[in-house]
């Protein structure tokens, strides 16, 4: 089993709910990244999302954006971050997970990105801007060196759509909660957790639900649903104004014990 | 003869093209693919979007033979397709009255749009006051700062225009915008992209709309001078005109098609805003194409007096062409398009867009290796009114020189 279900799903049997909070590569400078890695293993996620910057985000929100354009006035290149995450290797041991781009990497090179990501022994990819009909030309080189690709899924697609995908995805599945791009939100719509039961029942990997994650409600609240939840623009928010304690509250919601429903 | 068939069912012109967008928009674009799809089938569609192009763009626009020009130059006979003489001054035109109607047959009540200099804002606002669809429209900081008059024109027609802080301020942004803005509105919202670019369907799309153009100067060529053109050129931003132009003849062996990209300062300056002569592949608003982009993969500002070819990549269909050798793609600097945009002036009492200045500035290179038996096409995609501000201030800044 991958490395990522096996974390998530170590979580779920004990009745928890997996947390992967979202970092922004180099926010803050790339020598930033090895303290704020520890801080999310020490508070007990079970994986980081790690963004990587491009210089045009469309998937992302304001939040992301503005922490891709910081990150990138210091610099900050793809190859830079799986280097750093190799050299980091030894203090962390949760699973790190990809999240950028395609252009980026494109212009690494689809060989050299897989041989470096497989070097840094990153657990899984994300990336936004490659549905599933595109998804071959990365899955072909991420194969062999056994890094999960990960699909996300728009709860609003057709069921049958919501299916195949939940079906090709490795590690887990990441389904998009709202409507839209990454960003913070008050209420998660009503419709949103039937939708996630439909594809918690369909999915033969964990459901992961992000986009619009910010309070330790919608962290219970979700947690009775799927297996567990990505949160992005608030933890971005939190490093960058340095009140990463405030992502604290989250993660105990996440370690509660939840009934599933 | 050549045969012709792309795309492919998967959105691809070889290896470019494509559907690069978030899962959320996915099914918008399955949704579209098929409409799309279904009102070309559908002959009182047709006739619809016809009649409007004539009885309201101010279809067919005339194939004017540039007799002075022709003079001046003294060898091949030169023509312009005036798209400038259609209803709001341009070929864009052409596109958001094929877009509008199929949005009003999609059902969708409201559009949304992004502009660079404002010329396919204006396009897309004036078709949505035609058609009674809410209009948004996604502009650059910058670009709102350099062209007000085409924001308070796009005001004047009922569009809620929407200035786009996000990035550098500019087109790319402004497409960045308009498609976050659409991801989240996909259920009473269509997006009139403006150019042959963005995932598919949208560069077949824009490319059938604007197939007019080379449609009309076929049929013309063959009444005017019985014979088709021998050179046709198209200036290139996204490449929207130039796809509308040379798709009707890229069956045609014997016609050479030329498409101009914007040189800016010079491509060796780096300040260009020529993809396919100076960027790489890669994939940016949904499509994989030539990008100005830097090594790590980060898109490159691009830089243009003409502001409708101030993009960083070029439709995805143009950079499948340049591949197959069907078409020469070439550039001319900002300098060469204002020569030639004041030699149309002198000459033939016509102000060229900027943008089209460009395709009228490879007439220096390209007719030396013509004879007077030879007939040359110009695609004259737009009228100047809009750009006779920029053009004062930089003729003025090169006096001062």
């Given at each position: 089993m991958s490395r990522l279900t096996t974390a998530i799903t170590s979580r779920v049997e004990n009745g928890e709910t997996a947390f992967i909070p979202y970092i922004m590569a180099g926010d803050g400078g790339l020598s930033a990244l090895k303290e704020q890695l520890l801080f999310l293993q020490n508070a007990g996620a079970t994986a980081v999302e790690l963004g990587i910057p491009f210089s045009d985000p469309v998937a992302d929100g304001p939040v992301i954006q503005q922490a891709g354009l910081r990150s990138l006035s210091h610099g900050t290149t793809l190859r830079e971050v799986l280097e750093e995450v190799e050299r980091l290797q030894q203090d962390v041991t949760i699973p790190i997970v990809i999240m950028t781009y395609l252009n980026p990497v494109l212009q690494l090179g689809l060989e050299e990105f897989a041989g470096l990501a497989f070097k840094a022994q990153v657990a899984g990819v994300i990336i936004p801007d490659m549905p599933l009909e595109e998804s071959d030309l990365l899955r072909d080189v991420l194969q062999p060196v056994s890094i999960d690709l990960i699909q996300l899924v728009s709860l609003t697609s057709p069921a049958e759509r919501v299916r195949r995908i939940a079906e090709a995805s490795e590690g887990f599945v990441y389904a998009v909660t709202v409507n839209g791009i990454t960003g913070t939100r008050q209420t998660l719509p009503e419709v949103t957790f039937d939708h996630l039961r439909e594809l918690k029942q369909v999915s033969p990997v964990p459901v992961m639900a992000g986009f619009g994650v910010s309070t330790p409600e919608h962290v219970t609240q979700l947690g009775e649903v799927v297996d567990g939840v990505i949160v992005g623009s608030f933890v971005v928010d939190a490093f960058a104004n340095g009140h990463e304690e405030t992502i604290l509250p989250l993660l105990d919601a996440a370690k509660a014990v939840t009934t599933r429903v | 003869m050549i045969t012709y068939s792309a795309p492919d069912t998967r959105g691809r012109y070889g290896p470019y093209g494509g559907q690069f967008v978030p899962e959320t928009l996915m099914h918008a674009l399955t949704e579209l693919d098929a409409a799309y799809k279904e009102s070309q089938q559908d002959p009182s569609f047709q006739e619809e979007v016809r009649y409007y192009l004539e009885n309201y763009v101010g279809r067919e626009n005339p194939l004017y033979f540039a007799e002075r020009l022709t003079k001046h130059y003294g060898k091949a006979k030169i023509y312009l397709k005036r798209e400038d003489l259609n209803h709001t001054g341009a070929h864009k035109i052409n596109n958001t009255v094929g877009q509008a109607l199929l949005a009003k047959r999609m059902g969708k009540k409201k559009v949304v749009a992004e502009t660079g200099a404002g010329q396919h804002g204006v396009a897309t606002a004036t078709v949505s006051a035609l058609f009674g669809l809410e209009c948004t429209i996604f502009m650059g900081k910058e670009d709102i700062r350099r062209q007000q008059l085409n924001v308070f024109r796009m005001e004047l027609l009922g569009a809620k225009v929407v200035e786009v802080t996000q990035g550098s301020g500019t087109l790319k942004d402004a497409v960045n915008e308009a498609l976050r803005y659409w991801v989240t509105h996909v259920e009473d919202t269509h997006y009139i992209m403006g150019s042959v670019l963005g995932p598919h369907p949208f560069p077949q799309i824009v490319r059938d709309y604007q197939s007019v153009i080379g449609q009309e100067t076929r049929r013309q060529s063959l009444t005017q001078f019985d014979q088709l053109p021998t050179h046709v050129i198209a200036c290139i931003g996204g490449g929207s005109n130039a796809m509308g132009m040379f798709y009707p003849f890229?069956?045609?062996?014997?016609v050479k098609l030329i498409g101009v990209e914007a040189a800016g300062h010079g491509v060796a300056s780096g300040k260009h805003a020529a993809s396919l002569t100076g960027g790489k592949v890669g994939v940016l608003h949904g499509a994989m194409m030539h990008l100005l982009q830097d090594e790590a993969g980060q898109i490159q500002e691009a830089h243009s007096i003409s502001a409708g070819l101030d993009y960083p990549g070029i439709g995805p269909e143009h950079s499948y062409l340049h591949d197959l050798g069907r078409v020469e793609y070439t550039s001319v600097t900002d300098e060469e398009a204002l020569t030639a945009l004041q030699l149309l002036a002198q000459t033939e009492g016509i102000i060229p867009a900027l943008e089209s200045a460009h395709a009228l500035a490879h007439l220096e290179t390209l007719l030396s290796e013509t004879t007077p038996e030879d007939h040359v096409v110009i695609c004259l995609s737009g009228r100047g009114d809009k750009d006779v501000h920029t053009i004062r201030e930089a003729l003025s800044q090169k006096e001062d020189v």
């Open positions: - | 890229i069956q045609d062996e014997t």
